[in-house]
Every structure is written in C-alpha cells, then in structure tokens.
C-alpha cells in the first residue's frame, strides 16, 4: 500500500491524539492499568514513527 507522506503523518497524529486521550480516560476512571499501559504504549510508538516520518521526509526535500 503506498500512501502519500502527508497522509502518512495526517494518521498518525490522528492515532497519537486518540491513544493519548485513551490513556488520560483511562487512568482518569481508575480502569486497568495495563489498558492504560497499552495507550500509552500506542502513544509512544506512533509519537517515534511520526517523527521519523517527519525527518525523513524533511531529508528527502532537501536533496
């Protein structure tokens, strides 16, 4: 599937609002704590693949 960077990054700022909401809930209503675990680990690792997105793509347009 070949998807556009932009629409690449648009998803995952998307995906990290909505798993760090997820956590805050999460925690806010005393639910699990491995549910929380889980956003937050969601949060983390979109929050790594789109700024590895952002500086590879920003190292794409200088060249």
Known sequence: ???SP????ALLATVLVGSVA???ATQAFG???YISAAFGLIAVASG????SSYRK??????N
């Open 1 to 3: 599937m070949n998807i």
């Open 22 to 24: 997820a956590n805050v």
């Open 31 to 33: 639910l699990s704590p």
């Open 48 to 51: 790594i693949t789109l700024f």
């Open 57 to 62: 793509n920003r190292e794409d347009q200088r």
């Open 6 to 9: 932009a629409l690449s990054q």
